[in-house]
C-alpha cells in the first residue's frame, strides 16, 4: 500500500505540481524546413527532414502530438538516438527519461508526406526549456528530390525487401549526411516516385503532377493549395536537385526538349525565391539519357548552375541496398562523400 501511495504521488508530482507545458512555437524552439503554426501554438508538417532543436532542464520531457497516419521520428538527446512512432490524436510521446540535467534535443521527422500530417501540439517537462546561447548553423542547404534523397529505405537490411515507413529514415539519405559534414542546417523537399517531369511508371512521357508542382508547397501531401511564403524561415545558401530517376526509370522516356522545360521550370521556381543561388543538379546514377540530359541543362551558360553526377559504381551491389533497390545508409554515405567535394568547390566551405 505505501509504495502504492508513492507511485500515485510521483504522477501527481508529474502531471500537477513540477511540469511545465510549453506550445511547440515556444520562443525557445527552433524550428527548420517547412511548416505552419496553428490554433495554441501548434506546428503543423509533412516534409521529412523537418526537425526542432532546443535545450532543457530537468529528467523528463513528453510532447502531445497528433498525426493522420502513421509516422516515425528521431529523437536525439545529447547525442543518443531513439525513434518515437506518431499515430493518432492527441497522444502523449515520452521522448527522454533519465539522469536530471540540462539536455540537448533534436526531434527530426523520418517518413514523407504520404504518411500523414503530423502536428506538435506541446512540450512538457518536470524541468523547464532553457535559452540556447550556442552559435546557430550559419550555412544552410535545401535538397530537392525524390526517394533518394527521402531516405526510403536506408534501415533496410537487403534490397529484397519492400518499403516500410519503419525502415524509411531521411538521416541517413545523402542530404543530411552532407548537412551534418558542413554544420549546416537543412531541409529537404522530396516525395518517393516523383520526377522532374514524369513520375516513376507513367505510361505517358510526362505526368500532371511532377516534383515540379511540388516545390513551392507548405505542406507534400496534407494540402495542395498553401503556398510556402520563401525567405520567411530559411533561405539557403545552396541547393542541391537531384531528380531524373523516375523519369527514365521505365518507358515512355520525355524528350530532351520536354525534360529540359521542366527543369527550367524548377530552375526559374528557385531563382524566384532565393535569387542567384548557387544550384548543384545532380545526375542520377542508374539510367540514361538522365546524365547527357543533366549535363547539358547545367552547362546552359548559367554560372551559378553546376554538375554532378552519381555512378553506378560508386556504392557496391547488392550489399549496400535497403528497401525496393534503393541505396542502404552506407550506399547513401557514398553519395554524400562524392558531392562533398563539389560542394566545397561552389560555396568555399572547407573540408577536412
Known amino acids: 500500500m505505501k509504495r502504492f501511495f508513492m507511485i500515485v504521488a510521483a504522477l501527481l508530482a508529474w502531471n500537477t505540481t513540477f511540469a511545465t507545458t510549453y506550445p511547440a512555437n515556444d520562443v525557445l524552439v527552433r524550428w527548420v524546413g517547412r511548416y505552419e503554426v496553428s490554433d495554441g501554438g501548434a506546428i503543423r508538417f509533412d516534409w521529412s527532414g523537418t526537425y526542432a532543436d532546443f535545450l532543457f532542464s530537468g529528467s523528463k520531457l513528453e510532447m502531445e502530438v497528433s498525426d493522420s497516419g502513421k509516422n516515425y521520428f528521431n529523437v536525439f538527446v545529447d547525442g543518443e538516438r531513439s525513434v518515437v512512432k506518431t499515430e493518432g490524436d492527441n497522444q502523449k510521446v515520452i521522448l527522454f527519461e533519465g539522469k536530471k540535467g540540462t539536455h540537448r534535443v533534436r526531434l527530426q521527422r523520418r517518413t514523407e508526406g504520404f504518411n500523414g500530417l503530423s502536428t506538435i501540439h506541446s512540450f512538457t517537462t518536470n524541468g523547464k526549456l532553457v535559452t540556447d546561447t550556442t552559435p546557430r548553423p550559419t550555412r544552410h542547404i535545401e535538397f530537392i528530390g525524390d526517394s533518394l534523397t527521402a531516405g526510403y529505405g536506408t534501415d533496410s537490411a537487403s534490397g529484397d525487401e519492400p518499403y516500410t515507413a519503419e525502415t524509411q529514415n531521411c538521416d541517413f539519405a545523402y542530404g543530411c549526411y552532407v548537412a551534418r559534414y558542413f554544420g549546416a542546417d537543412y531541409n529537404l523537399v522530396a516525395h518517393s516516385g516523383q520526377g522532374m517531369v ?155
Open 198 to 352: 514524369r513520375n516513376y511508371g507513367d505510361k505517358n512521357s510526362t505526368s500532371e503532377y511532377t516534383m515540379v508542382d511540388r516545390y513551392d508547397l507548405t505542406f507534400d501531401e496534407a494540402d495542395k493549395t498553401k503556398k510556402w511564403t520563401f525567405g520567411s524561415t530559411y533561405t539557403p545558401d545552396l541547393v542541391v536537385i537531384f531528380l531524373g530517376t523516375n523519369d527514365f526509370s521505365t518507358k515512355p522516356w520525355p524528350s530532351y526538349k520536354q525534360f529540359a522545360e521542366g527543369y527550367e521550370r524548377m530552375i526559374a521556381k528557385v531563382r524566384g525565391a532565393y535569387g542567384e543561388v548557387p544550384i548543384l543538379c545532380v545526375s542520377s546514377y542508374v539510367f540514361e539519357p538522365t546524365f547527357d540530359y543533366v549535363w547539358r541543362i547545367s552547362h546552359s551558360g548559367d554560372k551559378n548552375l553546376h554538375f554532378a553526377c552519381v555512378l553506378p559504381e560508386s556504392f557496391a551491389y547488392p550489399q549496400e541496398l535497403g528497401a525496393s533497390e534503393h541505396p542502404n545508409r552506407v550506399g547513401q554515405k557514398k553519395f554524400a562523400m562524392l558531392m562533398i567535394p563539389y560542394i566545397s568547390t561552389i560555396t568555399g566551405w572547407s573540408i577536412e
